[in-house]
């Protein structure tokens, strides 16, 4: 994590521990210094070095706020934060990950019942406690109870988009080292999976000791917990990173077999032992004639302890890597040595792509270059930090060709400060129409339009028909059934104005599971109505996930993949998108965003 996130984070929790305290307005103060420090182009570490005028120079950092964060940066710490750490010693982002408990709901547990965890808060949840406490009912802390294990879970994986940025940085440190030959993640990680147990990094080298250090002395690096001579596992953000070195010419093997998952390794290696072959992470080899012993054909090795006898080591190696040696320096050997094309990483969870692979029938799948602009976005006229003239240009410094503002309606979920009416959508038209004359991009004007419970939309027919492109997204009601949920936004895609249904099912990554949606029927009914379902590339949401974008690719749908930013440089979090769209099998010809301006609005009309 940079310390531009860091901070954000640290002023967050100074945001919800004043709200906690039922402190108004300046909460809010401190959640939008925190998002601009996040999205500051420069280190803020290097800004707050040059003085607190320096550091109130970004947008929405005042006085107050400007001295916290040079404080922290010269004494480590930000005195009033402890304070009131201590005045309410709560854990505040275990409790608010419970859907339903904000910094409110917080303050006022803690104050009548002392509840400063999850394990309080459920066993006070079922006791009956809860119900007691002014303002709290029946209800309230029957969904209490119901939101704890999700909030349990959510609290032992991180997410993509935040683990993945601190893995980016342990790669280019590794990769600038003399010891290192090659280096990658593997894990769930390099699959792309949306939340991850932790970090695994493979190196090839033949100086294993000289990496391990290395490994250890990186900046980030918050604790060592352990060290040895092959692996080694540090503590950076709270996410635990684990290291493995292996010799270059068994890089590949390694990476494979570690890249996972365990479903798709297991067929892989069944595929292998009926050619007589033997596929682990040394390599893959030959080994007809070879007699078997027991145990060589564990799924998994043994290396769980650095510190074993080296004789025991090698005897261990030894068995593992009997038989000719057909491959094993390069990942697409273990694959073309049993007869299957190379399998891309997001695809390796067995539903599927070893036989694709086996027939050669894999995916052509979606890149990043293949993005030719991204078609929900929203400006300064709604809760976004930059005008349009200013998101569009970004959006021409990408090499896009298109670019649509997609600025919040008015509506349910939307609190009306931020939404626009029907008139304001009319007014910024002229807006739109300014800059289109100015770009060299096509600029379309758009709207994300809410999603009622029912699945009516909160933007009126005749402004929606006016505009270049429609986004419905669910701001609300999200605690639906399947059938009603599904109904509704079956309804919705169905509208005639409707291009792109948004974050289909309303979820936060670890803050709320969202929608449950039929994803066949809803698929289905937006092929035929002609309606793209959106992956939403935000690392927060990743919504449509991986599973749901199979179902729409294979029922002959469209997918849309924006990244719903609302600064420029939310731009970069289309990768995640990307990525979740080839985690369902997406070719570029499933996806509206790689169309030709011409075919775009084809599909729009």
């Not at 709200?19 to 996040?38: C, F, L, S, W």
């Not at 190696?317 to 990483?345: F, H, K």
């Not at 009306?416 to 004359?437: F, K, M, N, P, Y």
């Not at 309303?506 to 937006?526: H, K």
Request: glycine share 8%; proline share 3%.
């Amino acid at each position: 994590m940079s310390y531009n996130d860091e901070i954000a984070r640290l002023l967050v929790e100074f945001a919800d521990r004043l709200e906690a305290q039922g402190v108004e307005y300046k909460p809010n103060a401190y959640r939008r210094a925190a998002e601009n420090i996040r999205e500051h182009p420069e280190p803020i570490e290097q800004v707050a070095a040059t003085g607190k005028d320096a550091v109130k120079a970004i947008d929405r950092v005042g006085d107050a706020i400007a001295a916290k964060v040079v404080e922290y940066f010269e004494t480590g710490e930000i005195e009033e934060l402890g304070e009131l750490r201590e005045s309410m010693p709560v854990d505040m982002a275990a409790l608010t990950s419970v859907e339903g408990v904000g910094p409110k709901t917080v303050g006022a547990l803690y104050e009548a019942l002392g509840i400063t965890d999850l394990d309080e808060l459920e066993a006070a949840a079922k006791a009956g406690t809860i119900q007691t406490v002014s303002g709290f009912g029946a209800k309230t802390e029957e969904n209490i109870l119901e939101n704890i294990p999700f909030a349990r879970r959510s609290q032992q994986r991180e997410r993509l988009g935040d683990a993945r940025p601190l893995a980016d940085g342990l790669l280019s440190y590794l990769s600038a080292t003399a010891a290192v030959d090659r280096v990658e993640v593997a894990g769930s990680i390099r699959r792309w999976k949306d939340t991850i147990g932790d970090v695994d990094v493979l190196v090839g080298s033949e100086q294993s000791e000289a990496v391990v250090d290395t490994f250890t002395h990186w900046g980030p690096a918050d604790d060592i917990i352990e060290a040895g001579t092959h692996k080694s596992s540090i503590r950076a953000d709270d996410v635990r990173i684990d290291l493995r070195v292996v010799v270059p010419t068994e890089f590949g093997a390694a990476l494979q077999y570690f890249t996972g998952s365990k479903d798709h390794n297991v067929h892989l290696r069944n595929v292998a032992i009926e050619q007589d072959r033997k596929l682990n992470e040394y390599g893959v080899f030959d080994v007809s004639g070879v007699e078997t012993r027991a145990g060589d054909d564990d799924e998994t090795a043994d290396n769980s302890d650095d510190t074993a006898d080296d004789e025991d080591d090698v005897k261990t190696v030894d068995s593992r890597r009997e038989g000719v040696r057909l491959g094993g320096e390069d990942e697409a050997e273990m694959y073309e040595a049993i007869g299957l094309s190379w399998v891309p990483p997001e695809l390796r969870e067995d539903t599927g792509e070893i036989e694709a692979a086996a027939e050669g029938a894999l995916p052509d799948l979606l890149e990043e270059r293949d993005i030719r602009g991204d078609l929900h976005t929203h400006t300064d006229w709604s809760d976004g930090r930059a005008s349009i003239a200013e998101m569009v240009a970004a959006a021409a410094d990408r090499g896009y060709d298109v670019h649509c503002v997609t600025d919040h309606a008015t509506g349910p979920g939307i609190i009306d400060s931020i939404g626009l009416s029907d008139d304001d959508l009319r007014e910024q038209r002229e807006t739109i129409e300014a800059v289109r004359a100015d770009s060299e991009i096509t600029v379309l004007h758009g709207v994300e339009t809410n999603i009622a419970a029912d699945g009516s939309l909160s933007t009126a027919d005749d402004v929606l028909a006016d505009l270049d492109l429609v986004v419905a997204s669910p701001h609300s009601a999200l605690d639906q059934d399947v059938d009603t949920a599904t109904n509704r936004l079956c309804r919705a895609a169905e509208h005639p104005s409707v291009d792109i249904i948004g974050h289909p099912t309303g979820r936060m990554i670890n803050s709320r599971e969202g929608l449950p949606i039929d994803f066949a029927t809803l698929a289905e009914t937006a092929a035929d109505a002609g309606t793209a379902l959106e992956v939403n590339a935000n690392p927060h949401r990743l919504d449509l996930h991986g599973e749901a974008v199979r179902r729409v690719v294979d029922s002959g749908g469209t997918i849309a993949i924006n990244t719903d930013t609302h600064s420029t440089g939310g731009f970069d979090t289309m990768r995640y998108g990307v990525r979740t769209a080839r985690r369902g099998w997406a070719e570029a010809d499933d996806v509206l965003n790689t169309y030709a301006v011409d075919e775009l609005s084809e599909f729009l009309h």
